[in-house]
């Protein structure tokens, strides 16, 4: 028999033990959760990402909705392969969007884009940035989507793109959005559903009448001669209905007229009140027009 015997733990030792143990798998488990959180924080941020309508150049929407048009390609493809291969604005035109476009011709779903896009790039990872951008473009798309242009197509009008063209009554200042030329009393209709959240005189508009889209986008119709009916704040608008008439009022106390030829100025603002931010409409109105 052995003279020496096991000695055993006296007992703050054993808490000592059981202690660290503890504060270890604590330690493990904080820092696995701290990393499943920021994997969630970055994919939320990705997910969450949506590019506005500021932030895309006029010239480039435009290409993307006529290859659309001309192609059958929807545009927001051509969009999220120029975002995928991190194109400078220069590097983007009409050639390379429509010779992209060949690629995917008779795509019908976003589920053909992988199988389609191989014989344009069949990088897998390509393609992975390729859809994540289409995600990306979800809330422009509810811009563009179910709208109506704002007269009808019988009506005679003629606009170009003059968004920013300097204006100098009431101060210097840049114009915020499209004038559509008509004669007086032509129909303007509402390009959306939505809700007025201005309606009545405005020195610069005249009358003039806001209304809040469904897509959380402010449109903004100015200088009409005459309302239809008595349109007031809280008002429920529906897509196409018909809001008033082209005319020349503003630039003045309430009733002027005849300071410029009648047209229906027409603007579209992210915010809400004395936070809005106008971007251009010019390429939305090609897009509804046809």
Known sequence: MSIYRKRSRRPWQRFYVVSLNRLILSAIIFLLTVAVVILLLLNFSQSAKQYRADQIPTEHLS???????????????????DKAEKLSPEEISKERSSGIALHLTGIS???????????????KAFIRRVEREIEHFTYLRRICDNKVFPFATNAE???????????????????EGIDLIADTGVPILSVCDGVIEQVGWLELGGYRIGIRGQDNVYYYY?????????????????????????????????????????????????????????????????????
Do not use: C
């Open 63 to 81: 290409i993307y909705f006529e290859i659309e048009k001309s192609m059958g390609v929807p545009w927001y493809y051509l969009a999220s392969i």
């Open 109 to 123: 779903s976003e589920e053909q884009l992988p199988d389609l896009l191989t014989s344009y790039n069949d990088n």
């Open 157 to 175: 009008y003629t606009y170009e793109d003059g968004y920013g063209d300097s204006r100098s009554y009431g101060g210097n200042r840049s114009h």
């Open 222 to 290: 100015a200088h009409l001669s005459r309302y239809d009916g008595k349109p007031k704040v809280g008002d429920k608008i529906k897509k196409g209905q018909l809001i008033g008439y082209v005319g020349d009022t503003g630039y003045g106390s309430e009733g002027t007229t005849g300071e410029f030829e009648p047209h229906l100025h027409f603007g579209m603002y992210y915010g809400k009140e004395n936070k809005l931010k106008a971007f251009n409409p010019f390429p939305f109105l090609q897009l509804w027009e046809r």
